[in-house]
């Protein structure tokens, strides 16, 4: 042949697909379906949170009812909307907190920072996966409580959700603290543990007799959610003002545990005991 033959089309080799760079959405939906694969592959203990906590509900309810009586009787509805919200605030605390505690422990504390997205991105994420998780089994504990007192209160999703997510949001910051002074120090459990208990006085902090308050978090959260749950208060007739507040404290909180989160996580890489326990 005088001349090179033509390579026919269907030989040519085809070009190599480049990978594409993952998203928010591939990391959103990641740690959701890992959510979801703890919750199905371990429900004995997913059970057993919702037991404990139904357990220490009747405590309180009936030691209560022996103890107080009729006192109890007329303050049971703020009682429950209280315990609602303190469940949901352990859930948001926790999330970030003890989870960034466990993976200290498991050594696989690592793999979130070699992730193209960060290591504070990565927690927050799992973070909110996690607090959806909470409302979902509080909203069981919350039945279970309705039913075992024969209570009734509002309970419109588009008011109830919006407040508790935005009351519960603070917490998620302090939770973010946590996290970055556990990368720090590692073994705190005692510590943060015991600010649970401090969530406490945060729901029953009397906004009305002492305005400043307002501005700690879950404060004027509770007292919005007290007002939407037991006086039946929709969202859109609450003032432009409280909801600004709630946004504002929800912001403020969150905002200023990520900015410790991201100091203590560089600090502890600057000393060299990212990894260490």
Same mark, same amino acid.
């Given at each position: ?22 998203t ?32 220490f ?10 103890l ?58 799992k973070?909110?996966?996690?607090v ?17 007192t ?17 009351a519960?949001?603070?917490? *998620? ?8 002074v ?22 029953s902090?009397?906004v009305?007799?002492?305005p400043w ?32 507040l ?18 203590a ?8 005991? *990212?990894?260490?326990?």
């Amino acid at each position: 042949m005088s001349g090179g033959e033509d390579i026919p089309s269907s030989a040519a080799a085809d070009p190599i697909d480049e990978p594409r760079p993952a998203t928010y959405y591939h990391l959103a939906r990641a740690v959701l379906y890992r959510e979801y694969l703890i919750f199905v592959r371990y429900p004995a203990n997913a059970i057993g949170g919702i037991v404990v906590a139904l357990f220490f509900f009747g405590v309180l309810f009936y030691g209560g009812r022996l103890l107080a009586g009729q006192a109890l009787t007329d303050s049971l509805s703020g009682i429950i909307v209280g315990y609602f919200l303190w469940t949901l605030s352990v859930g948001a605390y926790s999330s970030v907190s003890n989870d960034i505690g466990s993976e200290v422990q498991w050594g696989t504390l690592e793999r979130h920072i070699t992730t193209p997205f960060g290591f504070a991105p990565v927690a927050l994420f799992k973070g909110v996966a996690k607090v959806i998780r909470t409302f979902l089994t509080s909203a069981v504990v919350l039945a279970v409580m309705l039913l075992l007192t024969g209570t009734r209160l509002s309970l419109d999703p588009l008011t109830v959700v919006p407040v508790a997510g935005l009351a519960i949001t603070s917490v *998620l910051g302090l939770g973010f603290a946590a996290g970055g002074v556990t990368v720090l120090y590692k073994r705190i459990g005692n510590w943060l543990n015991l600010l649970q208990f401090g969530f406490v006085a945060l729901i029953s902090a009397p906004v009305l007799d002492a305005p400043w308050t307002r501005f700690l978090p879950l404060a004027h959260g509770s007292a919005m959610l007290q007002r939407a749950m037991v006086d039946g208060v929709r969202l859109w007739e609450f003032g432009l003002a409280d909801i600004g507040l709630l946004v504002a404290v929800a912001a403020g909180y969150l905002l200023g545990g990520y900015v410790v989160f991201h100091y203590a996580t560089r600090r502890a890489r600057r000393l060299g005991v *990212l990894g260490d326990y």
